[in-house]
Each structure stands twice: as C-alpha cells, then as structure tokens.
C-alpha cells in the first residue's frame, strides 16, 4: 500500500484542530509527540511539537513569525527554497520518515505550513507519497475574534492574517484541494465526515457510528459564532476580503473538491487585489527579466548584451552564439537597487561545462558567492571566462526589492555565517588547547629526566665524600680512649658487614634518604632544616646517636640532618639525657618537634567559634583580623592569629580532619597529599611563632569547618590547643545557629555565587538539612562538655546595636567604649530575587569547571558584576520554605529542648512565580553587559528577553 499523507491548511482559529480531530479518527496518524490542549483548545491541537518547531526555525531564518504579514506577490519561501533546503530540507524529511515509519496514512498540521508550503511541497516529491490537501475553512471575523481573545491581536490585523494565510495555501497549490467550512463540520457532521472519508481514501464507515462517538466535536467550545452578513456589514459587500470567503465557502458547500487548475485560477482572482489589500502596492514590480552582456576583449557594450525574461519565478536561460573566445560575462538582474540570490550559475559550450569565477560587480555586500546586496540602480556581477567560447548559459536566481524583510534575512545569513566561523574558530582553539597540554606534558616528562640524571651525579658525588669522611672518622675513632674502643671495634665490624646488608635495612635506609631529599629539596625547607640544625646542635651526641641506631652506619649522610628531618619522629633520642619517645607521647602535636616548640605562657583561656555556616562567621572573622581592630583587641588581653587566613577553616580543617585530601579548599587549590602534609607544617610552626611572641589571656579560633570535624578530630583538636601553653586552659564553644529556613536561603546565594545552578545547590542543601544542628553541635557537647558549650539565637544576635560581631565581642568582654571604637564590617551581601535567578543561569549556560578544570569563560570578575543588580529581596516558594521546616523539624525540637531557642513558629510569605524584570533591573544589567566578556554579553542578552516576553534587548 502506498504511503500518503493528509496536510490540514488553514489559518489558527479556524477549526484545524477540529478538522484534524476528524481526520484522526477515519484513520490518519498524526504522530507521537503531540502538542497538550489548553484553556483555548482543551481537545487538543493534533499537531506534533518537532514540526511546529522545525516551521518556526523557518520562520525565524526568514525573518518573520506567524504573526507576521509579507507580499503574497513575492512569496520568499519560493525564491529562498534552495537555501532553505540546503539548511533544513533533511531534518524535515527525517521527521516525516518517522511518521511513515508508523503508518501508511500519516496527518501533517500546522498553520504555518500556509505560509512554507513550497517547503514542504519539495519534502513531499523527495519522499514520493502521494499527498491530500484539505483546507479548514471559518468566518474571517470569528477567527479574528478568537485570535483576539487569545493572543491580543487586534480584530482588522487578525482578518487580514487570515487572508494572507488562506491566499498563500491556495496560491502555492496545483493540487486538488477539499475545503471543509467549520460550521459545516459542527452542523452537519456526519455528512461532511463522508466527504472527508471519501477525498482521502478512509475506509471508516461513519454512518456506523455511534452517536457517543460524535461528541468530540462539541458546539459549546465555539465562542464566536458571526454569519457573512455580519463581516459584509463590518467590512463591505464588495471587500475583497468578503468576496473570497463567500467563493471559498460555495466551494466548501459542494459534494465534490476543487482540482488544482480550478485551485490556481481562484488563486490568480485573488492574489493582486489582496495584496493591495494588505498594503502592498507597486513593490511586487521588481523586474522580471535580466540583461547579460559579452566582453571579447573591447568591453561591455548594448551590441553585444541580450535581454531574457524568467521562466517560471526564478529559472533563467539565454542561448548565444558567438564566435571567438569570450574574456567576461556580465549579468545584470533588474534595473534598479535589490537583493539577488544566485542559486546556480553555469556557463556551456557545446554540452561541455565552463570553469568561471566571479571578479567583481557593483553590490555593496556578498555572502558565499550567492548572495549580493545592490543599494544602487543598475546593479551588476561580472564572471571571468579566461577567454572561452559560449553557447549556453543557465541562472537560478532571486531577485527581490531592498525592503526591511532583505535586510533581515541579509542579517540572518550573516549571523549563520559568523556562527559558523565562531564554531570553526572554536574548534581550532580546543585543537590548541590539546596540542599544548600534550607540550607541556612531554617538557615535563623531559624536566623529570633531566632531574633525575642530575641526582644520579649528586648521589655519586655524595657517596665520594661520604666514604672520605669515613675513612677519616675511622682514623679518628682509632685515637679515641679506652672506653670508646668498644665502639671503635662494631663501627669496625658494622663496615665489614656493608656488603651483605639484608634487603629490609636497606629498604628502610632508602626511605629514610628519599624523605630527607624531598624535604631538603624545597628552598624555603631547606632553610627551616639549617635553622632547625642550628639550635639542635649544642644537644646532639654524634656518637651517641650512631652507635644507638647501627643501620645509620650503611649510609653516608649528615647524622644531625637525619635526626632534625627524620629521627626526631621516628622516636630516636639525640643524647642519654632526651628520651624522646616520652617526649613524644606528652606531646600530642606530632607536626613540629617538641625539642624546638616553645608554648605560650600568658594564655590562660580559647574560644573556639565554630559558625554555623551563614551566621555572620565572615563578619566576625574579617573584623577580628583587621590590623587595627586585632591591636586594640590584643591590647585588652585577647588574641586573635593573623599568621593564618582570617578565616581559621582552612588550617584547623586541613590539621584534624581524617581526610584532608578531600577538603573541597585543598581540591580547588589543586594541592596532592604530600603538600598538604608540607603546608600543615608551616600552619603549625607559624601559628606557635606567632603565639610564642604575642601576649593575651583569651585565644580566639574562628572557623565553621570545624563544625564539619569529625569526634576524633575534635579530641586532636582539643589535645593540640592544650599543647600551645604552659598553663591549664579553659576552653569554650560559641555557636551560632539559624533557622532553617533562613540559612537555606542564605546558604542558597552563597552557593550560586560559587559557580553552582540552582538545581545543584538545593541538591546539596536538602543533604545539608539532615543533622543540620544536632549532628554538629552534639559533637562539642561530647568532647568539651554541655557547660563549656553555648550556643546562641542568631536572629537574636542582631538586634544587638552592633550587630553579630558586637555581640560576639560582648560574650568576650569587649564593650562599651572599646566596643565603639572598633571598626565592624560586613560581608556577604545578599542577592536580589533577579540577581540570584541571573546568576543561576549563568552558571547553568557558562559551567565553573569543564572535565573537571575551570571554566576559562567563568571568570569570577563578571559574575562579580552582577551581584548587584537590584529587585526584590531573594526569596523561595512558600512549598520550599514548609519542606524545610518539615525536613528540620526534629533539629527544631532538638534546639528547643537542649538550648531554649524556639524555631517552631515562623511567618512564611508568598513569592511570585513569575520573575518580572524591573526598569531598574534591566538598566543594571545593560550597565553590568558592558564590562563583561563576549561570550556572557551574548547570554546575558538572552536572559532579557526570555525574561521580558515582547521586547528585544540591546547589547
């Protein structure tokens, strides 16, 4: 059985979808992808998403939407069909294989297919179905009535809207066509069922029919019901429009169909008066003819031109005969300023094709070599011919007046071609980017043969002077007194047995040699190592150290080196008087040694300020840290290190935590397990430095990463701030908590600000809710105790005069007059309902990290931009906030409980779900789009106008 496909014509609102309706129960498929009903349409609109959208991406190459009205004498769809085929013809006969695919008679309707018939026409003849035309006929005033209700066109616009589209479906077919009038299909059903079964070949008894089955077409869902009389009162009997509704409308009341003959006349009755009609007068009447002119080598000249009219709307073909060869040829194709599109030109000789190019003309714009702007008269394009004899030359070309519709679609192909070359350019750079990874990749893989052999040479250098030294300590120990004879005879011994050393000592030595070369290896190492050996020396007993550990003997190295880099940790005792393991033991902080760590004598009490997150910890932190503020703080005896970031997370987290690997601040520093261990060094010697030269009773450490630390981290913690002083420390826990609802929303901006969507931070959030409190606090409750732990309202902390950080400052001491002079700041600022949804999108268009590296185009300096820009305060839908709270109930109850801090009642106000952008709003990100990179100029002028429907921002 042969494929073959119903199309439904007609203008929207005219009872397409009816028709449709009816055509999809006498058999026809309409596919699988259907567009839902709605308020206007509750039965549905039978038309398939991928189609409609593949029409408007026509459209939109044109320059048009379906609202639009152009020359229905020009028809652009026609002229522009070989660019359009080139760029979509394939996808539309992808989507209509698909159909077929699942049956042998397949619907196809969409409105806009009036306008893009030509299109649509060449995907059928590729296809070779056979094709049924039926259009959808309805009072002009009732359409524009119901286009009126639903999109707010206004009623004289939506009658002429309907005359264009019912004039370009009649005017592009030569074809059979059966018109089915709306209110025909409502009060005659069954009988104009038959006529649609019986023009598209159904085989669906519908005088068998039900009545039940007949209730689809419901009469109550017509809204506007006007007869002719009323359009001939508002319009005219003789308007045009009038006179072809009623034509259409005696056609549809006939038993039969139209053939495509009957169809074409009707169109030519009807085509110049509707264009006229519709506003177009005299701009059709670009020239329908072209001049050519032949250069043999004395010019252009009127004797030697030819003039030739188009055969059909854009074929032309000239037969010459001329004798001798032929330098150029000129093609003139009007008289006067337009728009030409050369779809093919081909130059012959006897059958035989001719190599030609273009050398010039007098268009101000060319694109691809087919596409050519003349804003003058006599417009002109010559092709070189290299001196070669003409019979025959053939041109498919367009020609169209200079108005604003050209200039569109001249943009719109300049804009494809700069995509194009945006793309190839983008390509290039990813290619660049492999290239040099792959560089730098194999410079470092020579770099590390390179270091290598210089180590080879150092050790061996290094093995010469070693067993120099240790011939002359073997002298020297021959010289000693009698009580070290003994010893002189093992050392004596220890080198005979060097060569049959056992493979576990060696490997240990080995160890033991790479740690102290990777350490040394470092500059700023190596002079932490000599100052180290400096103030060990007068303390180490060379012999002492080397006849207590015997595998040292095997290796030529610094002994004092060994135990100031490796020895000390290792539990090695550098004379008889130091044990060092005991050392070890009553010193939990195994990062330093205890021989070089001086403690603190003045510090008699820590607090530790654990957060929570989003409870004005940055404020706190900043202020504190300030030079001037930490001075005067130090001054009234309390202390607050500035050897370490101001926020103490970092340090605190990376020394305690049992997978610093896994901190998401050593993973965006990019540092390996090694330099983390390297870096915790540094933390700890210069956080004692600093405490050892500074006098204070309080110690204040402020990070809410400690709050993540696990019990056992925690109990390190404790131990290693009990190690920092000589005296017995009281220590106390500050917590500040929120509520729920709050810090979701804080905690929300903070992460979008990050570079994370939306989706992603409330996916993080709603983990983050579960032991919110609880799980964190408990812990200290644990370790520390309930009376060493307070824990605070952080709404109530502000109406403190001074705001968090004064009331922080308060539970210190600090008040009155000191308070007053200290400089408090504030950070994170929130963001706007507008800037938090722009920034979100942002982040979902232009991602912080790709493949796991950051994002070149996410350059934080441009998002920095756009915090703010003003709106309503950033808020989140009334069903977020009672999840939250429903998600945070039992830690709400657990506050309550524990600490006396009442979170169960909270006012949860309405947000819009429609965000609407502000004048102001608009402004500050234009404001914000001139300081920003290219790529993000772009995106942020797409956020506009999804976010401001009807109106078109500016970049």
Same mark, same amino acid.
């Given at each position: 059985?042969?494929?073959?496909?119903?199309?439904?014509?007609?203008?929207?609102?005219?009872?397409?979808?009816?028709?449709?309706?009816?055509?999809?129960?006498?058999?026809?498929?309409?596919?699988?992808?259907?567009?839902?009903?709605?308020?206007?349409?509750?039965?549905?609109?039978?038309?398939?998403?991928?189609?409609?959208?593949?029409?408007?991406?026509?459209?939109?190459?044109?320059?048009?939407?379906?609202?639009?009205?152009?020359?229905?004498?020009?028809?652009?769809?026609?002229?522009?069909?070989?660019?359009?085929?080139?760029?979509?013809?394939?996808?539309?006969?992808?989507?209509?294989?698909? *159909?077929?695919?699942?049956?042998?008679?397949?619907?196809?309707?969409?409105?806009?297919?009036?306008?893009?018939?030509?299109?649509?026409?060449?995907?059928?003849?590729?296809?070779?179905?056979?094709?049924?035309?039926?259009?959808?006929?309805?009072?002009?005033?009732?359409?524009?009535?119901?286009?009126?209700?639903?999109?707010?066109?206004?009623?004289?616009?939506?009658?002429?809207?309907?005359?264009?589209?019912?004039?370009?479906?009649?005017?592009?077919?030569?074809?059979?066509?059966?018109?089915?009038?709306?209110?025909?299909?409502?009060?005659?059903?069954?009988?104009?069922?038959?006529?649609?079964?019986?023009?598209?070949?159904?085989?669906?008894?519908?005088?068998?029919?039900?009545? +039940?089955?007949?209730?689809?077409?419901?009469?109550?869902?017509?809204?506007?019901?006007?007869?002719?009389?009323?359009?001939?009162?508002?319009?005219?009997?003789?308007?045009?429009? !009038?006179?072809?509704?009623?034509?259409?409308?005696?056609?549809?009341?006939?038993?039969?169909?139209?053939?495509?003959?009957?169809?074409?006349?009707?169109?030519?009755?009807?085509?110049?008066?509707?264009?006229?009609?519709?506003?177009?007068?005299?701009?059709?009447?670009?020239?329908?003819?072209?001049?050519?002119?032949?250069?043999?080598?004395?010019?252009?000249?009127?004797?030697?031109?030819?003039?030739?009219?188009?055969?059909?709307?854009?074929?032309?073909?000239?037969?010459?005969?001329?004798?001798?060869?032929?330098?150029?040829?000129?093609? +003139?194709?009007?008289?006067?300023?337009?728009?030409?599109? !050369?779809?093919?030109?081909?130059?012959?000789?006897?059958?035989?094709?001719?190599?030609?190019?273009?050398?010039?003309?007098?268009?101000?714009?060319?694109?691809?070599?087919?596409?050519?702007?003349?804003?003058?008269?006599?417009?002109?394009?010559?092709?070189?011919?290299?001196?070669?004899?003409?019979?025959?030359?053939?041109?498919?070309?367009?020609?169209?007046?200079?108005?604003?519709?050209?200039?569109?679609?001249?943009?719109?192909?300049?804009?494809?071609?700069?995509?194009?070359?945006?793309?190839?350019?983008?390509?290039?750079?990813?290619?660049?980017?492999?290239? %040099?990874?792959?560089?730098?990749?194999?410079?470092?893989?020579?770099?590390?043969?390179?270091?290598?052999?210089?180590?080879?040479?150092?050790?061996?250098?290094?093995?010469?002077?070693?067993?120099?030294?240790?011939?002359?300590?073997?002298?020297?120990?021959?010289?000693?007194?009698?009580?070290?004879?003994?010893?002189?005879?093992?050392?004596?011994?220890?080198?005979?047995?060097? %060569?049959?050393?056992?493979?576990?000592?060696?490997?240990?030595?080995?160890?033991?040699?790479?740690?102290?070369?990777?350490? !040394?290896? *470092?500059?700023?190492?190596?002079?932490?190592?000599?100052? +180290?050996?400096?103030?060990?020396?007068?303390?180490?007993?060379?012999?002492?150290?080397?006849? *207590?550990?015997?595998?040292?003997?095997?290796?030529?190295?610094?002994?004092?080196?060994?135990?100031?880099?490796?020895?000390?940790?290792?539990?090695?005792?550098?004379?008889?008087?130091?044990?060092?393991?005991?050392?070890?033991?009553?010193?939990?902080?195994?990062?330093?040694?205890?021989?070089?760590?001086?403690?603190?004598?003045?510090?008699?009490?820590?607090?530790? *300020?654990?957060?929570?997150?989003?409870?004005?910890?940055?404020?706190?932190?900043?202020?504190?840290?300030?030079?001037?503020?930490?001075?005067?703080?130090?001054?009234?005896?309390?202390?607050?290190?500035?050897?370490?970031?101001?926020?103490?997370?970092?340090?605190?987290?990376?020394?305690?935590?049992?997978?610093?690997?896994?901190?998401?601040?050593?993973?965006?520093?990019?540092?390996?397990?090694?330099?983390?261990?390297?870096?915790?060094?540094?933390?700890?010697?210069?956080?004692?430095?600093?405490?050892?030269?500074?006098?204070?009773?309080?110690?204040?450490?402020?990070?809410?990463?400690?709050?993540?630390?696990?019990?056992?981290?925690?109990?390190?913690?404790?131990?290693?701030?009990?190690?920092?002083?000589?005296?017995?420390?009281?220590?106390?826990?500050?917590?500040?908590?929120?509520?729920?609802?709050?810090?979701?929303?804080?905690?929300?901006?903070?992460?979008?600000?990050?570079?994370?969507?939306?989706?992603?931070?409330?996916?993080?959030?709603?983990?983050?809710?579960?032991?919110?409190?609880?799980?964190?606090?408990?812990?200290?409750?644990?370790?520390?105790?309930?009376?060493?732990?307070?824990?605070?309202?952080?709404?109530?902390?502000?109406?403190?005069?001074?705001?968090?950080?004064?009331?922080?400052?308060?539970?210190?001491?600090?008040?009155?007059?000191?308070?007053?002079?200290?400089?408090?700041?504030?950070?994170?600022?929130?963001?706007?309902?507008?800037?938090?949804?722009?920034?979100?999108?942002?982040?979902?268009?232009?991602?912080?990290?790709?493949?796991?590296?950051?994002?070149?185009?996410?350059?934080?300096?441009?998002?920095?931009?756009?915090? %703010?820009?003003?709106?309503?305060?950033?808020?989140?839908?009334?069903?977020?906030?009672?999840?939250?709270?429903?998600?945070?109930?039992?830690?709400?109850?657990?506050?309550?409980?524990?600490?006396?801090?009442?979170?169960?009642?909270?006012?949860?106000?309405?947000?819009?779900?429609?965000?609407?952008?502000?004048?102001?709003?608009?402004?500050?990100?234009?404001?914000?789009?001139?300081?920003?990179?290219?790529?993000?100029?772009?995106?942020?002028?797409?956020?506009?106008?999804?976010?401001?429907?009807?109106?078109?921002?500016?970049?």
């Amino acid at each position: 059985m042969k494929k073959k496909i119903v199309v439904v014509l007609g203008m929207h609102r005219s009872g397409t979808s009816a028709l449709a309706n009816s055509l999809v129960r006498l058999g026809a498929y309409p596919g699988g992808n259907l567009m839902p009903g709605d308020s206007a349409n509750p039965r549905g609109y039978w038309e398939d998403l991928n189609l409609v959208a593949l029409n408007e991406t026509i459209l939109k190459r044109l320059n048009q939407r379906w609202q639009s009205i152009d020359n229905p004498l020009l028809n652009r769809c026609e002229h522009f069909l070989p660019l359009l085929e080139e760029e979509f013809l394939a996808r539309a006969i992808q989507l209509l294989n698909e *159909h077929l695919q699942a049956a042998d008679t397949v619907l196809i309707k969409d409105p806009r297919i009036c306008v893009l018939l030509p299109f649509w026409k060449l995907a059928f003849e590729r296809l070779g179905v056979e094709v049924k035309y039926v259009l959808a006929l309805r009072n002009p005033l009732n359409s524009a009535q119901s286009l009126l209700k639903r999109d707010l066109i206004e009623l004289e616009h939506g009658v002429k809207l309907w005359a264009y589209y019912t004039l370009m479906a009649i005017a592009q077919l030569n074809a059979p066509l059966l018109i089915s009038s709306y209110d025909s299909l409502l009060g005659h059903t069954t009988e104009e069922l038959h006529r649609l079964a019986l023009f598209v070949g159904s085989n669906a008894s519908v005088s068998e029919w039900n009545p +039940d089955e007949l209730t689809y077409l419901d009469a109550t869902l017509r809204h506007h019901h006007q007869d002719g009389q009323r359009l001939e009162g508002l319009l005219g009997k003789e308007h045009i429009v !009038v006179r072809m509704y009623q034509t259409l409308l005696d056609a549809a009341n006939t038993d039969t169909w139209m053939p495509g003959d009957e169809v074409r006349k009707l169109s030519l009755r009807f085509a110049r008066p509707l264009a006229y009609d519709l506003g177009y007068r005299g701009s059709e009447n670009a020239e329908n003819y072209a001049q050519v002119f032949i250069d043999t080598g004395e010019g252009f000249s009127e004797r030697q031109s030819q003039r030739s009219n188009f055969q059909g709307r854009y074929r032309l073909e000239i037969s010459l005969v001329k004798q001798g060869p032929v330098d150029h040829f000129r093609l +003139d194709p009007g008289l006067s300023c337009c728009l030409a599109i !050369v779809h093919q030109a081909e130059f012959e000789h006897e059958g035989s094709p001719l190599p030609n190019e273009i050398i010039g003309g007098n268009y101000q714009v060319r694109l691809a070599d087919r596409v050519f702007l003349f804003e003058n008269d006599d417009p002109q394009i010559v092709y070189r011919l290299n001196g070669q004899p003409i019979s025959r030359a053939v041109f498919q070309i367009s020609v169209f007046p200079l108005d604003e519709f050209a200039h569109s679609l001249l943009n719109s192909l300049k804009m494809k071609q700069i995509e194009e070359l945006n793309n190839a350019l983008s390509g290039l750079g990813r290619e660049n980017v492999e290239l %040099k990874e792959r560089i730098r990749l194999h410079e470092a893989t020579i770099e590390e043969w390179r270091l290598a052999s210089e180590e080879k040479q150092l050790a061996l250098e290094e093995n010469r002077l070693a067993l120099e030294k240790w011939q002359r300590l073997a002298w020297e120990n021959k010289q000693l007194a009698e009580e070290q004879k003994l010893e002189t005879e093992t050392f004596t011994k220890a080198l005979d047995e060097r %060569k049959t050393t056992h493979a576990g000592a060696k490997q240990a030595l080995s160890r033991s040699f790479r740690r102290i070369a990777r350490i !040394v290896g *470092h500059p700023r190492r190596s002079w932490r190592i000599a100052s +180290d050996k400096r103030r060990l020396k007068p303390i180490f007993d060379e012999y002492y150290y080397l006849y *207590h550990n015997k595998e040292l003997r095997r290796g030529p190295f610094d002994l004092l080196e060994h135990f100031t880099v490796a020895g000390w940790k290792e539990g090695r005792s550098p004379n008889p008087r130091i044990h060092m393991e005991s050392l070890l033991r009553d010193n939990p902080n195994h990062l330093l040694n205890p021989l070089l760590t001086a403690k603190n004598k003045t510090i008699k009490e820590v607090i530790f *300020h654990v957060g929570l997150h989003k409870t004005g910890t940055s404020s706190i932190q900043e202020s504190l840290y300030l030079e001037k503020n930490n001075q005067l703080l130090e001054s009234k005896g309390i202390l607050y290190p500035r050897s370490i970031a101001a926020n103490h997370s970092v340090t605190f987290y990376s020394l305690f935590s049992e997978y610093p690997e896994r901190y998401h601040m050593n993973i965006k520093r990019g540092l390996s397990e090694a330099e983390i261990g390297s870096a915790n060094r540094e933390y700890v010697r210069d956080l004692l430095d600093e405490l050892r030269k500074r006098k204070g009773d309080k110690l204040v450490i402020s990070g809410e990463d400690i709050s993540k630390l696990s019990t056992n981290g925690l109990i390190k913690l404790r131990e290693f701030i009990h190690s920092v002083s000589s005296r017995k420390l009281n220590i106390r826990v500050v917590v500040y908590v929120r509520h729920p609802v709050k810090w979701a929303i804080s905690a929300y901006q903070e992460r979008i600000k990050n570079g994370e969507t939306g989706k992603t931070a409330w996916g993080v959030i709603d983990k983050e809710l579960n032991g919110l409190f609880q799980k964190r606090i408990q812990k200290f409750v644990d370790v520390f105790g309930p009376e060493c732990t307070s824990v605070y309202s952080f709404e109530q902390a502000l109406d403190h005069p001074q705001g968090i950080v004064g009331h922080f400052l308060s539970n210190l001491g600090i008040k009155g007059d000191t308070l007053e002079r200290l400089r408090l700041i504030r950070s994170n600022e929130s963001l706007s309902l507008i800037a938090a949804d722009l920034i979100s999108y942002l982040n979902d268009q232009v991602p912080l990290t790709v493949d796991g590296r950051l994002n070149p185009e996410h350059r934080e300096q441009d998002f920095e931009l756009l915090h %703010k820009v003003r709106g309503p305060a950033f808020d989140v839908p009334t069903e977020y906030k009672e999840r939250i709270c429903a998600q945070a109930s039992c830690d709400i109850r657990w506050l309550s409980e524990r600490f006396a801090i009442n979170y169960s009642k909270m006012e949860i106000s309405s947000l819009p779900r429609v965000i609407v952008l502000s004048d102001e709003a608009v402004e500050d990100i234009r404001a914000a789009s001139s300081n920003v990179s290219e790529p993000l100029k772009s995106i942020l002028v797409e956020y506009v106008n999804q976010r401001l429907p009807g109106a078109r921002a500016h970049s």
